[in-house]
């Protein structure tokens, strides 16, 4: 099969990183498969994926186009679809969604297939995507609640949606080597809670701000480390120096989450919506617990132990109960991460996603 990949942006995150590992699957398989993406291709240590794929001899092109130019694009993109003559196009994210389904039915591919990572009902997004669904002959969710609002928001029919769950390279944190706290100026045996995404309000990390005080007492030994970039970074960084950088850093974006996650004690999602977070099955790759609000995709992720890792979402006096108990039991953090470790491994890998791709692609 021909198979080109439309996406809003190459940066590491999570559908980002979903689409590498299955475009390198499938070319690995002997595909032909090429990838657009309508953002600038990231340059330095962010440009980890673009490597990646063309490392695996797919050619990567780029719209070179901000947010607010993406619509420029989309005469270059049919361009570029018509001249592949691919049998299917696949998009990812919102923008590639709506302007890459257009483009690719203006261009004659024969398949296109959505790719929806988030239930944001958010009503202009949701129109626009509306009508991208009604020209893709099938959309893939990253859980079973967001297929559930793709059906009732974007009126798709059960016989046009799949479900297929991101994958996470499991050795690549299960033994990643752990940092050394003194790096941020805290003691080596430091006990810290870590959020690792982008620093915006669907993260709920106002939680954080407003328990601050439970979860990172003064004075003793636990820390709170936020790594991520986005537009709350300013505010969270003033926030950060009044409690003191002894309690709670700001590290904007890192290369070395694996080592970051396998060294923390437990990792906090307090977000207001997801689909199916990278980052929790990252921590569940390294052997560490998870606190997360009961959102979509979250909560299906910790339904091997609901109770234990998830707080109902916006509840920050049970977020910080929940983590708490962690910080209090070392015993439950090593079962709890062991028995995370154990569902990455069973229920997550990435030949099964690559596999369950090339599936549905070859039955359209």
Excluded at 22 to 36: E, Q, T
Aim: neutral net charge; charged residues 25%; proline residues 4%.
């Amino acid at each position: 099969m021909r198979i080109d990949f439309v996406i809003t942006e190459l940066n590491p995150s999570g559908a980002e990183r979903c689409l590498t590992e299955v475009a390198c699957g499938l070319a690995a398989s002997g595909h032909g498969v090429r990838v657009f993406a309508f953002g600038p291709l990231p340059q330095g240590e962010k440009g980890q994926l673009v490597a990646s794929l063309q490392a695996a001899g797919i050619p990567v092109s780029s719209g070179n186009a901000r947010s607010h130019e993406f619509i420029r694009c989309y005469r270059e993109l049919k361009v570029w679809l018509r001249d592949g003559r691919a049998d299917i196009c696949q998009t990812f994210l919102f923008h590639a969604n709506v302007l890459g389904t257009f483009a690719a039915r203006a261009a004659g591919v024969g398949v296109c297939v959505g790719g929806i990572r988030v239930a944001e009902k958010n009503w202009w997004r949701t129109r626009l995507e509306m009508r991208a669904a009604r020209q893709m002959d099938h959309l893939v969710c990253v859980s079973h609640a967001v297929a559930d609002f793709a059906a009732a928001e974007l009126r798709i029919e059960a016989e046009r949606l799949s479900v297929i769950p991101n994958a996470v390279d499991v050795t690549r944190f299960s033994t990643a080597r752990p940092i050394d706290w003194s790096e941020f100026g805290w003691p080596r045996d430091s006990d810290v809670t870590i959020f690792v995404g982008r620093l915006h309000p669907q993260k709920g990390l106002e939680l954080l701000q407003r328990q601050i005080d439970a979860i990172v007492p003064a004075n003793t030994n636990q820390r709170l480390l936020l790594v991520g970039d986005g537009p709350l970074r300013a505010r969270l960084e003033r926030w950060a120096e009044t409690v003191g950088r002894d309690r709670v850093q700001l590290v904007g974006w890192r290369a070395d989450i694996a080592s970051l996650l396998k060294s923390s004690r437990m990792l906090v999602l307090p977000s207001h919506y997801e689909g199916m977070p990278n980052v929790v099955l990252e921590a569940f790759a390294a052997g560490i617990p998870v606190v997360c609000s009961r959102v979509e995709g979250s909560q299906e992720l910790v339904s091997h132990a609901r109770e234990s890792q998830s707080f109902e979402a916006g509840d920050a006096a049970e977020m910080a109960a929940k983590l708490n108990r962690f910080a209090s039991d070392r015993a439950l953090c090593h079962d709890m991460g062991e028995s995370n470790l154990a569902r990455a491994k069973r229920d997550f890998s990435i030949p099964a996603m690559v596999e369950a791709y090339a599936s549905l692609y070859r039955t359209l």
